[in-house]
């Protein structure tokens, strides 16, 4: 059985996606340029390795030997491109692998596909259509797998009256993914879009546009997928490093300065980015070690929060964020940090040694401190709509369910989900007891809470007020409204 696990998942509110996503059509010039771009990218990485090997290899000799520059460029990528004559491809679609990859071209039907001679009756065509029509009922969830040998981002359709969940149709990854982020700021368009960006375990983060199906790459990349060596000694001239050079293990979207995402990476940093221009607007480098986990906080486009390996949470005053912040020690790796909504001075956080921290912005030491789960606390999050609801998942394959209203946590559901370790879960936006897990195996769960028959969460939650979240108006802020950092 081939070994697959979720690593990151989020949702989209409904009414978002297009009724009907967009289709890719690829032609000849954009598959040769796709070719080419690909071999090359497939030299670099390999001369790369070269190098981080050559460097290791030195390393380990204790410097007796210096070795010699890496691998010879091999040729030019049009000489290896010349062997599949795409040129004459179309009056030879068998004798190039162009051919056989414009073969492999998607049809929105069976009656458009020239290859099937047998068409769909009316009824199935109906099906097909009506499955690959998102209704303003249905919710997404965005979930990113690995498997054996591939990386997968895949598009869930997710219907609550109905009981519906199915992939509505899915794309191929280059890296293994980490870390998921919903935003609706699409840099090429004046109008709000449907657009996830991905962190994985190379410093580049890919955007790509939810609403197209069969796409064979982001929209844009953001920094490079390159790895620089760690053990490169750095020149003393150099510019201070702003990009990252590590995996990018979590990303958090500014939803009131809507062009602004942070990511927090392997090599210790927080980058800020301005996606409008597709540049890091300045790197954060108060972390000692990997920034694990990082979020925007939702009512204040200024106040970022971040959590690391190195055992300490960080709130920045993103206006003057080398000068003003503030640090919390914790007792392990922090995992997760998420703000209450209902409490905008209150923040959670979560540690690999099973800790949950209920923490408030203007003290120094935790509101309570919870022992959760006997592993690390993998997932995080409050109810979407009610208030002191909180869902926690771990690495011991248990889901819990707590109340934490007037900071007294009471444990109101444990159950083993049978999914392995768990390794994230997000509230769905619109529902506020569905919550979205995934595992390390058996690929997604939806569960509706509520559905478990536990009398103690209907008692608690059902009739419980639920206040509105304020909301601030978003902006896009220019690069000369950029303060300096």
């Avoid at 290859?115 to 919710?139: C, L, M």
């Avoid at 942070?262 to 070690?289: E, I, K, Y």
């Avoid at 444990?411 to 897990?437: I, N």
């Avoid at 478990?452 to 000369?480: D, K, M, W, Y």
Wanted: negative net charge; glycine residues 6%.
């Amino acid at each position: 059985m081939t070994s697959s696990i979720v690593t990151c998942l989020t949702w989209v509110g409904r009414g978002v996606a297009k009724s009907v996503p967009d289709k890719v059509q690829v032609d000849k010039e954009e598959l040769k340029r796709l070719i080419k771009e690909t071999s090359s990218s497939l030299k670099e990485l390999e001369e790369e390795e070269k190098d981080v090997d050559q460097e290791e290899d030195v390393e380990m000799e204790g410097g007796a030997t210096e070795m010699e520059g890496g691998a010879t460029g091999g040729g030019d990528a049009d000489d290896e491109l010349a062997e599949f004559d795409l040129d004459n491809y179309d009056d030879d679609p068998e004798g190039s692998l162009l051919g056989n990859l414009a073969s492999l071209t998607v049809y929105a039907s069976n009656e458009d596909d020239p290859y099937i001679t047998v068409k769909d009756d009316d009824e199935v065509a109906e099906d097909e259509r009506e499955d690959f029509t998102i209704k303003p009922t249905d919710n997404l969830v965005i979930v990113g797998r690995a498997e054996e040998d591939c990386s997968i981002l895949e598009v869930y359709i997710y219907n609550e009256e109905e009981k519906v969940q199915y992939v509505h149709h899915d794309l191929l990854l280059p890296a293994f993914p980490l870390a998921l982020e919903w935003m609706n700021f699409d840099p090429g368009e004046d109008k709000p879009g449907n657009l996830v960006a991905i962190g994985s375990v190379t410093p580049g983060i890919d955007i790509w546009d939810l609403d197209v199906v069969d796409s064979l790459e982001p929209i844009v990349t953001l920094g490079s997928h390159k790895k620089k060596s760690s053990k490169k000694k750095k020149k003393a001239s150099a510019p201070p490093r702003v990009c990252h050079t590590d995996a990018v293990l979590d990303l958090s979207w500014n939803r009131l300065v809507r062009n602004i995402l942070a990511s927090g990476s392997a090599d210790h940093t927080v980058a800020l980015w301005d996606l409008s221009q597709g540049t890091p607007v300045t790197t954060l480098t108060q972390h000692s070690d990997k920034v694990q986990t990082l979020e925007w906080h939702p009512f204040e486009a200024q106040s970022l929060l971040s959590g690391g390996f190195d055992k300490r949470i960080i709130l920045y005053d993103c206006r003057s964020p080398e000068d003003t912040h503030k640090t919390w020690g914790l007792s392990g790796e922090v995992e997760r940090v998420v703000w209450n909504q209902f409490s905008p001075f209150h923040f959670l956080a979560s540690t690999e040694d099973g800790f949950v921290y209920n923490m408030d912005i203007r003290t120094d030491k935790p509101v309570f401190t919870l022992s959760a789960h006997p592993q690390a606390v993998t997932g995080l999050s409050l109810s979407s709509a009610v208030p002191g609801c909180l869902v926690t998942t771990s690495s011991d394959k248990m889901l819990k369910v707590w109340d934490i209203q007037d900071n007294k946590p009471a444990l109101l559901l444990q159950r083993e989900m049978k999914m392995g370790g768990l390794t994230c879960a997000q509230c769905c936006p619109d529902s506020p007891f569905v919550f979205a897990m995934g595992g390390e195996k058996d690929s997604l769960r939806v569960w509706d809470v509520m559905d478990s028959g536990n009398t103690a969460l209907r008692t608690r939650f059902e009739g419980r007020p639920r206040p509105e979240i304020p909301t601030q108006p978003s902006s896009v802020v220019t690069s000369s409204d950029q303060p300096e950092m």
